[in-house]
């Protein structure tokens, strides 16, 4: 399936580091953890969400008195999807939308991450099932970027509300709103610019084009959504948490994870800054988006 080969590089990595592991201590032991915890943390996980695996694993292999390592894997799996989901209902990592009226997801992120590419990708999913979407195009700051924007319109089949480069992205997002009133539109999907260099002017212009959408839209933005590139790592993390600093984020795109052996930053992501990942990409097609099944996620490492 998509999802299983989107992820080879992770998954082949991870599966044939964690067999040989096993194969090495048949006995789980100090050494054995201390092994796992290098595998889990190359593989991206994250060294605070690796330290409460392995606290966790220690406590179930003690109460459950696993000798064979054979065994310790199938407890692994467990252990990260209880981590993932933490407290929360796992239907966290369903997209929030507005079933009888206008929904607004709002999409924020850093250049190069792949936003406009998700924004497509995105718009074209929700288009076959069965809604009528329409685009903002948001960041009026990069040159190109509006479009680049145009170009994936095209592509799902969905119009894009524009203005001139440089002109006032909330005035923007607010054409886009009326447009998507008076057609009678299911989604609207917000691009915006992520300046990251300088953080004020990021938090302003996010919060004006905030204060925007929930003035015209009862309940809105229903979703705010970060995109991150998968390969980037720590450098990913550092991102969330600047964005989380600036406006209130809701859910993560992670992309690009078709060409990282890293896969592990989700989870990383979702326990250190506490947000659910919505979608992961994985690859540069219009289909190459899917939502993110920390389920299929974990089990598919070893499988
Ligand atoms: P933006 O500047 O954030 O809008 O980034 P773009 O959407 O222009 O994407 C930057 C580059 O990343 C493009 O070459 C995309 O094709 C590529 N890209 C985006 N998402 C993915 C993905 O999931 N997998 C791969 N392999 N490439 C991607």
Redesign the pocket.
């Known amino acids: 399936d998509k999802f299983k080969d989107g992820m080879e590089k992770t998954r082949s990595s991870f599966t044939s580091k964690v067999n040989d592991l096993v194969a090495k201590y048949r006995k789980v032991d100090e050494e054995f953890f201390e092994e796992l915890e290098e595998i889990l943390i190359s593989a991206d996980v994250g060294v605070e969400t690796v330290m409460e695996l392995i606290e966790e694993l220690e406590m179930e292999v003690k109460r459950r008195n696993i000798q064979d390592s054979e065994q310790v894997k199938e407890v692994i799996s467990e252990k990260l999807v209880e981590i993932y989901y933490g407290d929360d209902d796992e239907s966290i990592e369903k997209l929030q939308l507005n079933e009888d009226g206008l929904s607004v997801i709002l999409v924020v992120?850093?250049?190069?991450?792949?936003?406009?590419?998700?924004i497509g990708k995105l718009a074209n999913q929700l288009k076959q099932e069965g809604k009528s979407v329409l685009l903002a195009a948001g960041d009026t700051f990069?040159a190109g970027?509006i479009d680049?924007l145009q170009v994936w319109g095209e592509r799902a089949g969905v119009d894009v509300i524009k203005h001139s480069e440089g002109s006032d992205p909330a005035a923007v997002i607010y054409d886009g709103i009326q447009a998507a009133k008076s057609r009678g539109v299911d989604v609207l999907l917000c691009d915006t610019a992520?300046r990251l260099q300088n953080k004020v002017n990021l938090m302003n212009e996010l919060a004006k084009v905030k204060k925007v959408i929930s003035r015209e839209v009862e309940g809105a933005p229903h979703e705010t959504l970060l995109?991150l590139d998968g390969t980037t790592g720590q450098n990913a993390l550092s991102q969330a948490k600047t964005f989380k600093e600036a406006t209130d984020v809701s859910g993560i795109v992670l992309?690009?994870?078709?060409?990282t052996a890293r896969g592990g930053i989700v989870l990383a992501i979702r326990n250190e800054m506490g947000i659910p990942v919505k979608y992961v990409?994985?690859?540069?097609q219009v289909t190459?988006?899917q939502p993110f099944d920390a389920h299929q996620f974990v089990y598919g490492l070893f499988g």
């Open positions: 992120g850093v250049n190069g991450v792949g936003k406009t590419t998700s990069r970027a680049q992520g995109v992309t690009k994870l078709d060409g990409g994985l690859g540069e190459d988006l």
